[in-house]
């Protein structure tokens, strides 16, 4: 093919040496015999006699016989063709188009002579007083371009050769080229080796996107459409235009995950495990791939498994308080001071009491209350007075429900115990919706870090103990689960404080 295209550009450049050599030489000499026969004594005489088509046809066909030309003609001012070598078209009006000679200039150029195509010399006869008598005009069609082709002779051969001996060489050149890209395949195996790269990456339950070094998306699958709740077609644009969740999009485009471990992603409905490689390509990086997997049910066991170690480390404390308690009876049984046991197991019921009921007043829900009263011995060991609003109001919720709203309020009950120096204040009203609200004393979150705490520093690492970290990203799931939203204020005197918000609320009354 290519060897092809050479030797048609070479015989095209050819056919256009020859027009242009055959055009220049041919018009001095239509213009030399035009002259010759402008300047013959009887055309000067006899151009106008009434029968000049006769006397002067001797002339003209001499001046076709001498110069090869296919038309000789003497025409008026007018154009009138008045004695011609074709003794049909005497008579006959010829425009002069773009000939200078009725101006009394020689001219040669291109013209249509009796529809043919020609190279056409005209010569004006002038008066003594430099008056256009007439024209003497000699045409000549131009040759076919296989005429020209012929008449190049031994250069069109040197030139198509050397056109083929280039063609070859660049074939050869080309095709290493492509070998070299294409690793040496085939077309029909290049085709074959990417239908089954298509059909295995399709068919991987691991989701996979790849981005370039612009942060274009270059590779999707199913399973990646899938999980990250996009179309197909946002291949080839950008990563941060296609509707990508913020935490996924930071992910994908910062340097993060280029490691052995996986880094855990919270979006609003699902927990994602992400992990990322630079592709290279010939020692260059061309981008990375990410691979994904769905933990969000991982991220619901592990809050669960949460739950179960605060219950057990609360049973724990309790456990210790209880023993010290007993200890203490024991000891004064054995003092014989009967009064002072009576008057602490009267004050440790008291207070057992006054727990228990500023709980159970405002909270009908059995698990969530009980939820409420261990959390408030825990936070006393660790040494933080837990509270309960006085404004809270919650009743009997549905069991779904209830152990959803377990899991929100044990891990922001955790994470506000870690971080308080003196007291935890925990809301909860059903009156409008369901609002969940827990107020620390700590340091309280920065505003620029109010987003990342819910989706990002989750790991899936299994030498984390009891699963920390997933807490914030896991309360946010179960809240978008229900339709609900979870944000980050700063405390009335300082700290933080969470509030979720579920709608529409699900219930019943106590």
């Known amino acids: 093919m290519v060897v092809a295209v050479v030797l048609v550009a070479v015989a095209a450049v050819s056919v256009a040496q020859s027009t242009a050599e055959f055009r220049q030489v041919r018009g001095q000499r239509m213009i030399a015999v035009a002259e010759n026969m402008a300047s013959t004594p009887i055309v000067r005489d006899r151009f106008a006699d009434p029968f000049a088509g006769r006397i002067l046809a001797p002339e003209v066909d001499r001046a076709v016989a001498l110069s090869g030309a296919t038309l000789a003609e003497i025409l008026g001012p007018d154009g009138t063709v008045r004695a011609s070598s074709e003794p049909s078209r005497i008579g006959t009006h010829t425009d002069l188009g773009p000939s200078r000679a009725d101006e009394g200039r020689a001219w040669f150029g291109d013209d249509d002579i009796a529809g043919t195509h020609s190279l056409v010399g005209q010569v004006p006869i002038l008066s003594s007083a430099g008056n256009v008598l007439a024209v003497a005009s000699v045409s000549e069609g131009y040759p076919s371009v296989w005429a020209l082709l012929s008449g190049a002779g031994e250069r069109l051969l040197i030139y198509l050769g050397l056109g083929a001996v280039l063609g070859l060489a660049a074939s050869w050149l080309l095709s290493r080229q492509i070998k070299r890209h294409t690793r040496g395949l085939e077309v029909a195996e290049i085709a074959s080796l990417a239908d089954h790269r298509e059909a295995l990456l ?17 590779l999707l699958n199913d399973s990646a459409v899938e999980l990250l709740g996009v179309s197909a077609d946002v291949v080839g644009r950008p990563v941060d235009t296609v509707g990508l969740d913020p935490a996924v999009v930071a992910f994908l485009t910062s340097g993060e995950g280029e490691r052995s471990e996986d880094t855990v992603v919270a979006t609003r409905t699902r927990v994602l495990a992400l992990s990322r490689r630079a592709a290279t390509s010939q020692g260059h990086r061309i981008g990375t791939v990410t691979t994904m997997r769905d933990s969000t049910e991982l991220a619901a066991l592990q ?16 456990t210790h308080e209880f023993a010290n308690q007993l200890h203490t009876i024991s000891g004064l049984v054995q003092l014989g001071e009967y009064d002072a046991v009576r008057d602490l197991v009267g004050a ?30 825990l936070a006393a060991e660790s040494g933080v007075r837990m509270e309960l609003d006085p404004s809270s109001h919650l009743a009997v919720l549905d069991p779904a429900l209830a152990t959803d709203v377990i899991t929100l309020l044990g ?30 004393t700590g340091p309280g979150v920065p505003e620029d870090l109010r987003e990342a705490i819910f989706t990002r520093g989750v790991t899936s690492k299994p030498d984390v103990p009891g699963g920390r970290g997933i807490g914030l990203a896991l309360v946010r799931l179960v809240t978008a689960q229900h339709g609900g939203t979870v944000e980050v204020q700063d405390g009335p005197g300082g700290g933080a404080r969470f509030v979720v918000r579920l709608q529409p609320r699900v219930g019943s009354n106590a």
Do not use: Y
């Open 202 to 218: 399709h068919s991987i339950r691991e989701g996979v996107i790849a981005v370039n070094n612009d942060g274009d998306i270059t």
């Open 303 to 318: 809050g669960q498994l949460s739950s179960h170690k605060s219950v057990t480390d609360t049973l724990r404390a309790q």
């Open 348 to 377: 440790l019921t008291r207070r057992r009491a006054e727990i228990s009921d500023a709980v159970t007043q405002r909270i009908s829900d059995p698990a969530v209350a009980a939820l409420l009263i261990a959390k408030t011995t």
């Open 411 to 440: 891990n922001l009950i955790d994470n506000a115990v870690d971080v308080s120096d003196s007291r935890v204040t925990v809301g909860i009203d059903d009156r409008d919706g369901l609002e969940i609200s827990v107020l620390d």
